[in-house]
């Protein structure tokens, strides 16, 4: 991962071997592939890979049906879906209650992220809790 992949508020793990691990937002983006954490500027991180512990922790409904594992996040105007992948991959799906209940964005993530993103692209405005 490159820090042009990221936007501020972002969740990434550093691994820097002081902080090994620990997972903290980004503050700032330097062109030169650094970026600020808890005020320190460091090129050390990776991303953070979705799990469903977090969906789960940040208000996802989880349903089985036909052997696939969904996790569902609804509200007044929206519902989000999201499928997990056996190859690690996550397919998020965007449905606004407003035309007719199809998914109107599709978006294949993998790490915390990418879905804090496919949030923004959505126009959701929703803090993710590690």
Same mark, same amino acid.
């Given at each position: 991962? %490159?820090?042009?992949?990221?936007?501020?508020?972002?969740?990434?793990? +550093? $691994?820097?071997?002081?902080? =090994?691990?620990?997972? !903290?937002?980004?503050?700032?983006?330097?062109?030169?592939?650094?970026?600020?954490?808890?005020?320190?500027?460091?090129?050390?991180?990776?991303?953070?890979?979705?799990?469903?512990?977090?969906?789960?922790?940040?208000?996802? %409904?989880?349903?089985?049906?036909?052997?696939?594992?969904?996790?569902? +996040? $609804?509200?007044?105007?929206? =519902?989000?879906?999201? !499928?997990?992948?056996?190859?690690?991959?996550?397919?998020?799906?965007?449905?606004?209650?407003?035309?007719?209940?199809?998914?109107?964005?599709?978006?294949?993530?993998?790490?915390?992220?990418?879905?804090?993103?496919?949030? %923004?692209?959505?126009?959701?405005?929703?803090?993710?809790?590690?």
């Amino acid at each position: 991962m %490159k820090a042009i992949d990221l936007m501020i508020g972002d969740w990434v793990q +550093l $691994t820097d071997p002081i902080n =090994d691990k620990e997972m !903290t937002k980004v503050e700032e983006i330097h062109h030169d592939g650094y970026i600020t954490v808890d005020g320190a500027i460091t090129k050390m991180f990776e991303p953070i890979p979705l799990t469903p512990e977090i969906l789960l922790k940040n208000g996802f %409904k989880q349903r089985k049906q036909g052997g696939v594992v969904q996790y569902i +996040l $609804t509200a007044d105007y929206y =519902d989000v879906y999201v !499928t997990e992948y056996p190859d690690g991959w996550w397919l998020v799906e965007y449905e606004d209650s407003e035309r007719g209940g199809l998914p109107t964005e599709r978006i294949a993530v993998r790490n915390i992220h990418q879905l804090q993103s496919a949030f %923004k692209l959505f126009g959701i405005e929703k803090e993710i809790e590690i």
